[in-house]
């Protein structure tokens, strides 16, 4: 069965689901291009946890996993104890979700084979590599995968989003972006990274400062700090939080004020990584109170999604993003860097079977990885959320005492 869906296919799986195992909540709020920004549960139970996805919209297998687990639940292909109810925000970024899966959809339409599409994805990563390799030689020109993805400009998104296209494409021009970053795009519509959308941080101050910051590798023809496919924090030379951001937060600090959340899960890729809120090199901007029993409610609930998971642990030592803030709200967050495979959109869909692999000697630890990867991260990780989110409660209890 073929992995990767467009925004629309995203919806339509939604529209699908049981709604008497998966409810529609409603919209939390509206993304800058008025796209809703949809909300769902599952259960009812009296311990409560979030799950979202998206926040990076090139981070396509965020969203897909996080979809398939819920159709699995609707489906009674899986079943989590009574005890709990789930909340699901599955495309946090459906402005920058209609953007990137739109670059995508140039190359793997919809009605290609699995194996095509299997064959697209490993010569996306072939093609990262050879990028990256070409980056590290000082080469900020001439891209493979842009050279890929050639029709992937503003005009292939479609009319019905004509505002969000006219917007990209304003964009581009505008700070000499390279045409086809469609496909690195993670932003929301306003070139904004919602995980950058905080108030405060060397990043920001960076920014108000006018300062050029361009990313690594494969990405060093662009600057973070301009609005743009990654990485700046505002639309203005002020903060502005953008209104998914907006939606986002309030229904953390709603849902925290009516139950007894025990948790969360925010899913991001690529790097097979467990993050949370450690002991820190700076004071919390949110929270000064923010403290050991937080950190050591934190550390459980990571150490219980490593133990299922085999992910590694990395510790944030400053608070430069928004899931820093989210976290903050509520202890027992995780931020999950889901799959071992580099270079998003497409790396992580790679699921070909290569049995003889495991038989070669000196055959590098991601080619091995090639095997069945997709299959593995999507069981890897439900299983983690079912052990982890049990942490959570208990965790919860001692952390309320």
Same mark, same amino acid.
């Given at each position: 069965?073929?992995?990767?869906?467009?925004?629309?296919?995203?919806?339509?799986?939604?529209?699908?689901?049981?709604?008497?195992?998966?409810?529609?909540?409603?919209?939390?709020?509206?993304?800058?291009?008025?796209?809703?920004?949809?909300?769902?549960?599952?259960?009812?139970?009296?311990?409560?946890?979030?799950?979202?996805?998206?926040?990076?919209?090139?981070?396509?297998?965020?969203?897909?996993?996080?979809?398939?687990?819920?159709?699995?639940?609707?489906?009674?292909?899986?079943?989590?104890?009574?005890?709990?109810?789930?909340?699901? !925000?599955?495309?946090?970024?459906?402005?920058?979700?209609?953007?990137?899966?739109?670059? !995508?959809?140039?190359?793997?339409?919809?009605?290609?084979?699995?194996?095509?599409?299997?064959?697209?994805?490993?010569?996306? @990563?072939?093609?990262?590599?050879?990028?990256?390799?070409?980056?590290?030689?000082?080469?900020?020109?001439?891209? *493979?995968?842009?050279?890929?993805?050639?029709?992937?400009?503003?005009?292939? !998104?479609?009319?019905?989003? @004509?505002?969000?296209?006219?917007?990209?494409?304003? *964009?581009?021009?505008?700070?000499?972006?390279?045409?086809?970053?469609?496909?690195?795009?993670?932003?929301?519509?306003?070139?904004?990274?919602?995980?950058?959308?905080?108030?405060?941080?060397?990043?920001?101050?960076?920014?108000?400062?006018?300062?050029?910051?361009?990313?690594?590798?494969?990405?060093?023809?662009?600057?973070?700090?301009?609005?743009?496919?990654?990485?700046?924090?505002?639309?203005?030379?002020?903060?502005?939080?953008?209104?998914?951001?907006?939606?986002?937060?309030?229904? @953390?600090?709603?849902?925290?004020?009516?139950?007894?959340?025990?948790?969360?899960?925010?899913?991001?890729?690529?790097?097979?990584?467990?993050?949370?809120?450690?002991?820190?090199?700076?004071?919390?901007?949110?929270?000064?109170? @923010?403290?050991?029993?937080?950190?050591?409610?934190?550390?459980?609930?990571?150490?219980?999604?490593?133990?299922?998971?085999?992910?590694?642990?990395?510790?944030?030592?400053?608070?430069?993003?928004?899931?820093?803030?989210?976290?903050?709200?509520?202890?027992?967050?995780?931020?999950?860097?889901?799959?071992?495979?580099?270079?998003?959109?497409?790396?992580?869909?790679?699921?070909?079977?290569?049995?003889?692999?495991?038989?070669?000697?000196?055959?590098?630890?991601?080619?091995?990885?090639?095997?069945?990867?997709?299959?593995?991260?999507?069981? !890897?990780?439900?299983?983690?959320?079912?052990?982890?989110?049990?942490?959570?409660?208990?965790?919860?209890?001692?952390?309320?005492?």
């Amino acid at each position: 069965m073929k992995k990767i869906l467009d925004y629309e296919e995203m919806l339509d799986l939604l529209n699908s689901l049981n709604p008497d195992i998966i409810k529609k909540e409603g919209a939390i709020g509206q993304s800058e291009f008025g796209e809703d920004i949809l909300s769902y549960s599952y259960g009812q139970g009296n311990n409560h946890v979030i799950l979202t996805a998206g926040t990076h919209s090139s981070e396509l297998i965020g969203n897909i996993f996080l979809l398939r687990f819920m159709k699995r639940l609707s489906d009674k292909e899986i079943e989590v104890d009574k005890k709990f109810t789930l909340h699901f !925000i599955p495309i946090v970024n459906p402005d920058g979700t209609i953007i990137n899966t739109s670059a !995508i959809r140039t190359v793997i339409p919809r009605d290609v084979s699995e194996i095509e599409e299997q064959m697209s994805c490993l010569q996306f @990563y072939l093609n990262s590599v050879m990028d990256d390799n070409n980056a590290l030689k000082g080469n900020k020109e001439n891209k *493979i995968i842009h050279k890929m993805f050639q029709y992937a400009t503003p005009l292939c !998104i479609s009319d019905k989003y @004509y505002k969000l296209r006219d917007n990209v494409e304003r *964009i581009i021009k505008e700070n000499n972006l390279p045409i086809e970053c469609l496909i690195n795009w993670t932003s929301n519509g306003h070139g904004v990274d919602l995980n950058s959308n905080i108030e405060s941080g060397v990043f920001f101050e960076k920014f108000l400062r006018d300062e050029e910051e361009y990313a690594h590798l494969r990405f060093n023809q662009i600057d973070r700090l301009k609005l743009g496919p990654m990485g700046c924090p505002s639309r203005e030379k002020k903060f502005i939080e953008e209104s998914e951001n907006t939606a986002v937060l309030k229904y @953390y600090k709603t849902l925290k004020e009516k139950y007894d959340v025990v948790g969360s899960i925010i899913y991001h890729s690529c790097g097979g990584l467990v993050c949370y809120l450690d002991e820190m090199e700076e004071e919390n901007f949110w929270d000064k109170n @923010y403290g050991l029993k937080e950190i050591e409610y934190n550390r459980k609930v990571g150490e219980a999604y490593v133990n299922v998971s085999g992910y590694k642990i990395k510790l944030p030592k400053t608070y430069t993003t928004f899931c820093a803030k989210l976290r903050t709200l509520l202890p027992g967050t995780l931020v999950v860097e889901l799959g071992t495979l580099r270079s998003t959109p497409l790396s992580q869909f790679i699921n070909i079977k290569i049995d003889d692999l495991e038989g070669l000697e000196n055959v590098r630890t991601e080619l091995k990885s090639f095997n069945r990867q997709f299959d593995k991260t999507c069981e !890897i990780n439900e299983k983690a959320i079912i052990k982890s989110i049990e942490v959570m409660a208990s965790e919860y209890k001692k952390y309320k005492e």
